[in-house]
Structures are given as C-alpha cells and as structure tokens.
C-alpha cells in the first residue's frame, strides 16, 4: 500500500537549486534518495522549462530565446529527496568545433560517473529527430541508463494529434513507439510525468532495500 502511495500521489512540493558544474566534474554529493533525473536533449527543445513547469516555479532554471546558451550542469533538489538536471543542450549548428567538444567532454564524463538513474530525453514534437539526437540516443543506450522519451511543445499541435505525433517521433528514433507528450505553457503530461518520478524513485528504494538485505 505505501509502495503504491509513493508512485501515485508523488508531487513536486518543494525545488531548490543546488549548483551549477562545469568541466571540474565537482558534482554535489549524491541526493538524499539516490535519485538523479536529467534532462536531455537538443537547445531550445525545453528543458528548462520543462523543470520550471514540473516544480511549478517558473524562476527556477534559467529558459532562454536563444539556443545553446546554458554551459553548465544545473542541480535542482526536489521535495529534499531527488535530483533533476538540467544539462547543456546539443544542435547548436553555428558553434565552433571547440566549443562542441567541450559539450561531448562534458557530457561524456557526467554520464560515466554512474550517478544518473534516469534520463527524460526531449524530442520537439513537431519535427523528426535530427541525427544529434539518434546519436545523443545511441549514447543513452551505450551507458544502459533507463530513459523516457518527452515529446515537448505539445500545445503547438491539435489534442487529436499529440500523442499521434509524440509516438511517431519515437519510433523515428529507434525507441520503443511511445513518448509522453508535454506542455511547459499548458502542463499537459505534468501528472503523468510526475508518477514517472515517483515511480523512478520507487524502484529506486526498493533497489537500496534489497542491497540492504543482500550485506
Ligand atoms: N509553446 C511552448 N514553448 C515552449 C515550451 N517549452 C519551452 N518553450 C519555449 O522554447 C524556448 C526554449 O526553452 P528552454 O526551456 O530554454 O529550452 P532548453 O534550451 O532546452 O532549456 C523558450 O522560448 C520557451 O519559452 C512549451 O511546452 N510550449
Ligand atoms: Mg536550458
């Protein structure tokens, strides 16, 4: 019963911002809960605005007009117990080589360092992947990091065609045919995307239990 409470009735309550990493890989210490959800995918997709509407506090992390201007990883504590993260962004066609290295350097190392329990990869709903984002997926799936694909800006398109259109993107990836469709102006999938969590930190839990037992 209390299992089932955690997934169902989880609910953002409380977000603060932690701090920001660069190239130092000086992350804070693990959250309280072991959780840590990040968020990827190409600048401008809505990665932002996605932590913004989820924690409902549109001050939170920092939405920008203008692509590929966060460098930085950015730590938010949710309800004092998980992580979420806002990484830099891919697609920034005009950027010097330079500067797309030390995205994949980045990146790279974050994913190595074993601290992600989950991925929220952002898929513009209206429009294919682009060949970053299959390549961003091949990475997802070469560190075996569980993900969720989120088909963002589903207010641009009619009700009739979200879901439609959020699956199809999926599929044009090489994912399994499904992907939540999500609003950060409407909150549309916020609930669901919010039992995600707490389902995520329900597994996460149940797996330190286990451990528990296993010593
Ligand atoms: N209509 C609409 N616009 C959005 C949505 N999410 C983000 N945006 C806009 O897209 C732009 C980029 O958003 P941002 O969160 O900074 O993207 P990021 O680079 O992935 O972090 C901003 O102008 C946002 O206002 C959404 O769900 N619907
Ligand atoms: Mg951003």
Redesign the pocket.
Same mark, same amino acid.
């Given at each position: 019963m209390t299992e089932r409470r955690q997934m169902d009735d989880f609910a953002i309550k409380q977000a603060e911002f932690i701090t920001s990493v660069g190239m130092s890989g000086d992350y804070p210490p693990p959250a309280p809960c072991g959780v840590e959800i990040a968020?990827v995918? !190409?600048?401008?997709?809505?990665?932002?605005?996605?932590?913004?509407?989820l924690c409902n506090n549109y001050k939170l992390?920092?939405?920008?007009?203008s692509?590929? !201007?966060?460098r930085l990883i950015n730590f938010f504590c949710i309800n004092r117990q998980l992580y979420l993260v *806002?990484l830099p962004?891919y697609g920034f066609a005009k950027a010097p080589k330079t500067e797309k290295e030390a995205w994949g350097r980045l990146m790279e190392r974050y994913l190595a360092s074993g601290r992600l329990t989950h991925i929220f990869l952002?898929l513009d709903i209206r429009h294919a992947p682009t060949a970053e984002d299959k390549q961003m997926f091949e990475w997802i799936l070469y560190y075996g990091v569980p993900f969720t694909l989120v088909a963002? !800006?589903? *207010?641009?398109l009619s009700r009739a065609h979200r879901q439609q259109s959020a699956n199809a993107a999926a599929k044009l990836l090489g994912a399994p045919p499904s992907a939540l469709p999500?609003?950060?102006?409407?909150a549309?999938g916020r609930e669901e995307l919010q039992k995600r969590i707490g389902a995520i930190l329900e597994d996460q839990l149940r797996l330190r239990e286990s451990n528990n037992f296993a010593i």
């Open positions: 968020m995918g !190409k600048s401008n997709v809505g990665k932002s605005s996605l932590i913004n509407s992390a920092r939405v920008s007009g692509p590929g !201007k966060t *806002d962004g952002l963002t !800006k589903s *207010d641009k999500y609003s950060s102006e409407n549309q």
